[in-house]
């Protein structure tokens, strides 16, 4: 009897469906606990548990008809004693190549000059808006990322920190996207890491590792795997819809990792899109969100991913 039970669930299976371009590579990074063996693993467990099938195609669903749509994005820069950094942040910005887009800074209570900086700016750009907290108070990256929100009136919301740089065609590969695919809410992009060597050399993987998970076009982000590793590691390489950035709770426990907050918010629902393009330059130098002030805070992780899944019903 027990023999007969076993060669009925080893022929259930053979028959799970596995095509010639599933992607043992992708399915390995997605699920480190496969030790190296994607398709048995997937044939074996993975199919039962729902684990995506990960294949080397676009999984994202195209639209029967490109578009040529040119939807409003609102860049949101939010600036805190940048001062340093943030006109030539300003200038990448407004070099693009996409031209609907307007710029909301939100300044958080700077004590340098960044402020006199910005309005400089926006006296010259017409389409840059400053804003600051009332009474210029420093009231930390999630109340400054939900304040530009509201300001914004774009359909799409990008961001760039005080501290980073985009590519010319940074915007104009995002809307591609936009144009390909059903129902894009949330779109990054591949990341180049500039600044300081020590902290390129410590972190570098991690762009290489989501350029191996993440291919052009759509890819469901399965959370209950891989939960502490966020495969979009800077603000300045998304874009997402404003209504659903709306939606969300931005009560983070650790407000550092605001954005891994809101992306587990999103990414359980939604696909996300891809562009496999160093679009993003990100800087590595002494902040917030050093590698130095990060291992500070790392022993927070467990709690937070506690909180984080519990919000999201994981």
Request: charged content about 25%; some cysteine; proline content about 4%.
């Amino acid at each position: 009897m027990m023999r007969g039970l076993i060669s009925l669930l080893q022929k259930g299976i053979q028959k799970v469906p596995i095509p010639d371009n599933f992607s043992e590579e992708r399915y390995m990074t997605a699920y480190p606990d496969c030790n190296g063996k994607a398709k048995r693993h997937y044939k074996k467990e993975g199919a039962k548990q729902n684990r995506i099938m990960y294949v080397d195609d676009d999984m994202g669903n195209r639209k029967t008809t490109p578009t040529e749509e040119k939807p409003l994005i609102s860049v949101i820069v939010t600036s805190y004693n940048y001062e340093k950094y943030i006109s030539v942040t300003l200038d990448s910005v407004v070099a693009q190549t996409y031209t609907n887009f307007e710029i909301i800074v939100v300044d958080d209570g700077s004590k340098d000059s960044s402020v006199d900086i910005i309005k400089a700016y926006s006296e010259k750009y017409p389409q840059i808006k400053l804003y600051m907290h009332e009474g210029r108070k420093n009231k930390g990256l999630p109340a400054s990322m939900r304040l530009g929100i509201e300001k914004a009136t774009g359909e799409y919301v990008a961001f760039c920190e005080s501290d980073d740089l985009w590519t010319p065609n940074h915007l104009e590969e995002k809307i591609k996207i936009v144009n390909l695919y059903e129902d894009v809410s949330i779109i990054s992009n591949a990341i180049k890491m500039f600044g300081d060597a020590e902290d390129i050399k410590a972190r570098g993987w991690v762009c290489q590792h989501i350029r191996k998970l993440l291919k052009q076009g759509g890819t469901p982000v399965d959370l209950r795997y891989n939960q502490s590793f966020n495969f979009i590691p800077t603000l300045s390489s998304v874009m997402i819809k404003r209504d659903l950035l709306l939606s969300l709770d931005y009560n983070t426990p650790v407000p550092a990792w605001i954005d891994f907050w809101l992306y587990r918010q999103i990414l359980i629902n939604h696909i996300l899109y891809f562009v496999d393009e160093e679009l993003t330059l990100w800087r590595q130098h002494h902040s917030f969100n050093s590698r130095e002030n990060s291992a500070k805070i790392v022993d927070s992780l467990p709690s937070f991913l506690q909180k984080s899944n519990q919000l999201i019903g994981l």
